[in-house]
């Protein structure tokens, strides 16, 4: 009887996980996928119930987000403290934010840029208070001439060397102007050999990076460990235009020193969250998107 028993749990089990993956396979299957919150701005500008629209990101599965507004000691009109309290509510994680300020013509004219520094302090301390790992600056014009280019090459590393005082680490984030010649030099491959590894990572948008006709991976090979974010983008819902190689990307991505991952949309076929879930479902079931990079 006891037997008969145990053979008809066992079946049961059986036809209970054919219809429902245990809890283990439920969380094997979770993978660290960060969002870049530009990809909700419209709904944040529409909907004044930020905690609601952090719920539903994380209900589609993101484990953590990259901000993008930033403002006066404040995070989309919060506090440091309130903003990670929110993130965190939602079993997310506070990983990235995009920051910059912008030098001056003069600033660049001189080479002189202290009172942007200054500008830095406040920025980063709101951070640190937020809980992040990275601040990334997410545009620079492309210089006129090279001496330009090398004044804000400097800067960059003078701000990273300010947020890895602080323990935050400091990033570039392209788009697809970098790959275009400043004199005879391509302004990416300038700014990666004109930066210090320890004050300056870079953050690849692979999408920019294909639109400005370059091969992520011929930078992940060329400038080993200098990727330690990537943001996940296509034309629109990720890996539904076939324009980017995300299986070469990802296999590769060890060797750009990929950390942590962000899907950014910028447009979409339908509504937002369709496409946010579409993209994230490509990411989950992809065989060459490993669970986590940060470990």
Known sequence: MKRRTLIGSLMAGCMLLAINPTFAQQKAAKKEIGLQLYSVREEISKNPNFDQILQKIAALGYTGVEAAGYKDGKLYNLSPQEFKAKVEKTGMKVLSSHATKTLSAQELASGDFSESLKWWD?????????????????????????????????????????????GILYGYHNHAHEFKKVEDKVMFDYMLEHTNPENVFFEMDVYWAVIGDVSPVDYFNKYAGRFKALHIKDHREIGQSGMVGFDAIFNNAKTGGLK????????????????????????????????????
């Open 122 to 166: 406040e920025c980063i301390a709101a951070h640190k208070a937020a809980g992040m790992k990275y601040i990334v600056t997410p545009w620079m014009d492309v210089p006129k001439t090279l001496k330009d280019l090398e004044t804000q090459c400097r800067y960059l590393d003078a701000v990273g060397a300010k947020c890895r005082q602080q």
């Open 260 to 295: 942590y991952l962000f899907v950014e949309l910028e447009d979409t076929r339908n509504d937002i969250y369709t496409g946010l879930e579409q993209s994230i479902d490509y990411l989950k079931k992809a065989s060459f998107v490993k669970d986590s990079y940060s470990k």
